[in-house]
């Protein structure tokens, strides 16, 4: 991305459009066994055999799971996950679109 995050990786807090960048790519790229958030989001996402059996279905949930499912997946009512689906909810309907379905990572376990 044209910088050396593992040398510097206070560049991101400090520098808008890497910050911008790194957020962009995170969204956008599998990470094995992880697949993309962009992929969830927009449908593309098909489970593996372990995604199956850890219970972790498409949907805003498994947005959640990728991105911070260690702390906050696997643990019902978890007040960050709650906070999170919040803010989800009150963004959707600003915008006028539907939440979809498996808002929340309580029951999925973490990749």
Known sequence: MGFDGLRN???????????????????????????????VMI??????????AGNRTAGYGLVTNIINGGLECGIP??????????FFKRYATLFNVDTGPNLDCAYQKPF
């Open 77 to 86: 009512g978890d007040s960050r996950m709650n906070n999170r689906i919040g």
């Open 9 to 39: 990786p206070d560049v991101v807090s400090n520098n808008s459009v890497i910050a911008f960048e790194t957020a962009l790519w995170f969204w956008m790229t599998e990470q094995k066994p992880k697949p993309s958030c962009h992929n």
């Open 43 to 52: 449908g593309k996402y098909v489970p593996t055999e372990a995604d199956i």
